[in-house]
């Protein structure tokens, strides 16, 4: 957790594309649309949202034009079959995933910043209660929209996305260590500090924003 945040503002620095399959997922929900209805239930549940929706939706949003210069995928791939497909589709068009950054923190921290979050309804950005508290109680900095709990930050919805987690999306770490792309950074700390220790691992390597 914390993905979101740190994907936000990495690609802010390293100026790429920042697409994170949830929030496609939540503004699907909010407008009502087919994709949003078909989501929704499993969202709802805490479980993965079925990958002949997912796949679909994500490479369509890396095909256009705003992710030709590079892009941060967040929350995506969430399984092997959705990193065997993304693999299989960037390849066709001689792309290639660079750098995946495994953003480690222990269970603890996970449930406690899941547990204080708050989301701008109006542009998805991120507060914590604790962490990084609104200037204005209940209100975003950015864009003054109104600030909400996600349905799905329940204490029993996090509990059976924690365990989806480790049951399906921990193996895509064995995945990328194997390619040679997985960079490990500790996710502990200030959310600046973490934001600092992810560009500069990702300076360390070869990884080129392009
Ligand atoms: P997130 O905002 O990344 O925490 O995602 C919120 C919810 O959206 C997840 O609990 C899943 O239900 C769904 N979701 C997001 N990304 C994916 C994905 N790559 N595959 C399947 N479901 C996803």
């Avoid at 508290?133 to 509990?159: A, H, I, M, N, S």
């Avoid at 996305?161 to 999306?169: A, D, G, I, K, N």
Wanted: charged share 30%; net charge neutral; with cysteine.
């Amino acid at each position: 957790m914390g993905k979101g945040t740190q994907a936000a503002s990495v690609a802010q620095e390293l100026n790429l594309t920042h697409i994170a399959s949830g929030d496609l997922f939540r503004q699907a929900i909010e407008q009502g649309s087919e994709l949003g209805l078909r989501a929704k239930s499993y969202i709802d549940e805490g479980t993965l949202v079925p990958d002949s929706i997912t796949i679909g939706m994500i490479l369509k949003r890396i095909s256009a034009p705003d992710c030709e210069g590079g892009v941060i995928l967040d929350g995506f791939p969430r399984n092997l079959k959705q990193a065997e497909a993304l693999d299989k589709a960037l390849a066709e068009q001689a792309r290639a995933i660079d750098k995946v950054v495994y953003i480690k923190v222990s269970e603890g921290e996970l449930l406690k910043r899941l547990s204080g979050r708050w989301v701008c309804r109006n542009c998805q950005a991120l507060y914590h209660i604790v962490n990084s508290p609104p200037k204005v109680w209940g209100k975003c900095d950015k864009c003054g929209g109104e600030l909400y709990q996600r349905p799905d930050d329940t204490p029993e919805t996090v509990k059976k996305r924690l365990e989806v987690y480790f049951s399906q999306t921990a193996p895509i770490i064995d995945y990328y260590t194997r390619a040679g792309k997985l960079l490990e950074v500790d996710g502990e700390g200030r959310i600046d500090e973490v934001s600092r220790r992810i560009v500069a691992t990702l300076g360390e390597g070869e990884f080129v924003a392009r």
